[in-house]
Structures are given as C-alpha cells and as structure tokens.
C-alpha cells in the first residue's frame, strides 16, 4: 500500500477531531441536533484551516443511515462513502476549473432530481470565488430556494470576491487561522500515535511556521519526519527551516539589554554557521518585541500561545517601554532594507547594531509602569504620585509664605 501523507491521514472524520474552530462547530452542533438547518453554508477562511473538512463532515452528519446528527456513525456504507470520496448524492466542484456559466448551468441542471442513495443531495463547491459572474447569476435563484432535498456548502479563501446578493442567502461561517500552540498540541497528538520520537521545541517551532494553517502544519511535519530521520529536534528543525532556536533570540534580547555588541556579533556568526533566513530572524524578533510591549503595558493579556511566556515577563520588567518600541520601530525598517544591504547577514548585523546606537543615554534605566485607568484617561502610578508629591510641596510652601 502506498503511503499517504499526514494532511490525509489524519483529516478529521468528525467534529470532536477537528482543531480548533470550536466557534463554528458549536453553531453546526446545536443546528443539527435541534433539527435547524439552513440550506446554504458558506465557509471562509486562509488555506488548511479547516474549510473542506467541516463541509464533508456536516455532509456525513446529514446523510448517515442513522439519522440526522452531529455525530455520524462513521461504519454505514454512506459514511464510508463520503470518506472515500465516491458517495454518489455529494457532488464536489472545483470552482476554480469550472469557472463558465455552462458549468453552473449543468451541476444545476440535475437539483430538481432526488437524491440517490442519500437523504440530501449536496453540492459542495470548492473556491467559490472563482466562478464568474454570469455564474453567480446562474446561482442565485436555486441558492435562495432549493428543492428541499438540496443543500448548498461553499467554501472560499476570498468572500470579498463574493456578490453581496450570495452572501446574503447564506450562513456564514468564518474559520480562524490556528495559534502556534494549538497547532502544537494537534502535532503532538498526531506524532505520539505514530509512535515517533519528538522534543517539544521542536514542534513550537513547526507551529509558528505554520501561520495558522494545520494543513502546512502536517506538510512541514511530513518533510521534517524526511529531514531528521529519527528524533524531531529542536536544532535539526531549526536547520531544516532556517530559523534560529528561540534561546538564541532570548539571548539576542539579552545582550540587547546589557548593550553588548560582541555578545550579538557572536551570536550572529554562531547562528551563521546554520545559513538561516535572515529576514525571518527579524520576523521573529519584531513577534517577540510586540509580545513584550504587550506584557509592559497590560500583563494579564498576554498568553503562552508562543510557548514563551516565562521569558516575555522577564524581558518586559527588564526592558524600559521605550526601548521597546525603539527596537520595533528599527527590527520593522531592517526587515524592510534588507533586500538593499550588500548582504544579509550584515544587514541583520547593522539592524542590531544600529538599535545599540540609538539607545537613549543618559536616562534611568527602568522598567514600564503600569498603566493605571483615572476616569476617562490613563496616566502611570509613578506619574501621579510624582504630581501629588509635587502639589503637596507647593501647598507647604504657600503656607509657610502666609504665616
């Protein structure tokens, strides 16, 4: 038998197996077992997170020899059917191939006939956004009123594209992309059922180049299992996608905060050696400022979605806010001029260098005060009590002058 990738494998056959998206899960959920359904779903969202999948699951629940539910048996012949791909009443349709009105024409040629096999004959159309506008025209009136025996089911990573008149004859649905650390623990889930060995870092680090999507996510997974031949590391996934491991950038941090430029000079050229993607090296530095700044400013916002959480406190009382925002503001413009700099790891050099260079001298250097809310403004703890210290001091003075 041939292999099949993880993104297959492992595609959820039921709501409890999907990753995240919970908000939506709980509308379909309460709508199919109080027997409310709609007769067009549109789902939008990035790529792989989940768009397909809801649909062809919200297919079974509607079509399974068991009844109506939201929890499909999973063992009847339509429920093994639909897995497979060759139920006969789930008409699947790329829009993006079938994009001229005769096409729409022709799928909607056969709605007013019953289904076959099924209890529902569903029309699942995949990148809706594609199909042309006579298309659309086509649609509209079977999409506002279908046969009873029709359910529609888009799915689209552009509903901007999307007529408002299709919008408004629809229940939108729109999926979340997915955090580092959920994506995380779906990996873990996966890699202790294939019985491969893993160090955590190491799937962090696969989270976060995800960007949300749980499909690239068990793509990067599937090349890193190639890549490593073994353990899942946390050096060898670093080498393998040219990021750099997170210690190093909390020591990049760290040596920002004692202003030693041949603690980074050395990093650099240690980190060097792996030939990293130096752009993403400040991607990952300007994520991890922001966390910072947010920690400063408002610490019981911030969560472990990073898996950094420990080390954003430490920094954040360490760092003064506006050396934060200073070290953002230059990461942001480095990014930009890294394409122009002879190189790029002396461009990434001079970033850091340049962020020493313009560090504020001759100011305490203390850590953020806490915003405290007074009304309808905010001001510090520290600014107002330095303006009572002062105004008590005015008002001794005055009397003083009076006797």
């Known amino acids: 038998m041939s292999y099949q990738v993880l993104a297959r494998k492992w595609r959820p056959r039921s709501f409890k197996e ?5 908000h939506v899960l709980k509308t379909l959920i309460n709508a199919l077992d109080n027997d409310r359904l709609h007769h067009a779903y549109l789902f939008t969202g990035t790529r792989g997170v989940g768009k397909t999948s809801i649909a062809r699951i919200l297919a079974r629940c509607l079509n399974c020899e068991e009844g109506v539910s939201s929890e499909p048996c999973g063992k009847c012949s339509a429920c093994i059917e639909i897995e497979e791909g060759r139920f006969i009443d789930l008409i699947e349709v790329d829009a993006a191939s079938r994009t001229k009105v005769e096409d729409t024409r022709e799928l909607l040629d056969n709605v007013q006939y019953a289904p076959s096999r099924g ?3 569903v029309y699942l159309i995949d990148e809706v956004h594609m199909l042309s506008g006579h298309s659309f025209n086509a649609l509209l009136k079977t999409l506002e009123e279908p046969p009873p ?9 552009d509903p901007q594209k ?27 889930f996966i890699l202790e059922q294939e019985k491969i060995e893993f160090e955590e870092g190491a799937l962090w680090q696969i989270g976060r180049a995800a960007k949300g999507s749980v499909r690239d996510a068990l793509t990067l ?13 946390d050096a060898e996934i670093g080498s393998f996608l040219g990021t ?3 210690n190093i950038l909390y020591q990049l941090v760290d040596a920002l905060i004692a202003e030693d430029a041949q603690a980074i000079l050395e990093l650099i050229n240690t980190v060097s050696a792996q030939a990293p993607d130096f752009a993403s090296i400040l991607e990952a530095l300007l994520s991890y400022l922001h966390r910072v700044a947010v920690a400063q400013v408002v610490p019981e916002g911030l969560d472990n979605s990073q898996g950094d959480k420990k080390q954003i406190l430490e920094h954040a009382a360490a760092m003064p806010a506006e050396n934060v925002q200073l070290y953002y503001q230059i990461a942001l413009k480095g990014r930009e001029d890294l394409p122009f700099a002879v190189d790029d790891r002396s461009g990434i050099e001079m970033t850091l260098l340049r962020m020493l260079a313009f560090t504020p001298r001759g100011v305490p250097n203390k850590p953020a005060v806490a915003l405290t809310k007074t009304g309808d403004s905010e001001t510090s703890s520290e600014t107002v009590s330095s303006t009572a210290g002062a105004e008590a001091e005015a008002e001794k003075k005055k009397v003083t002058r009076n006797h």
Do not use: W
């Open 244 to 246: 750099i491991d997170q």
């Open 221 to 233: 997974l599937d090349q890193a299992i190639s890549f490593c031949d073994g353990p899942l590391t």
């Open 18 to 22: 999907m990753a995240g998206q919970s």
């Open 119 to 121: 209890r529902y004959k």
């Open 149 to 157: 025996h029709v359910k529609f089911l888009l799915a689209t990573t």
């Open 162 to 188: 999307l007529p408002v008149t299709v919008l408004s004859r629809c229940l939108q649905f729109s999926l979340k992309n997915l955090s580092p650390e959920m994506i995380m623990n779906h990996l873990k």
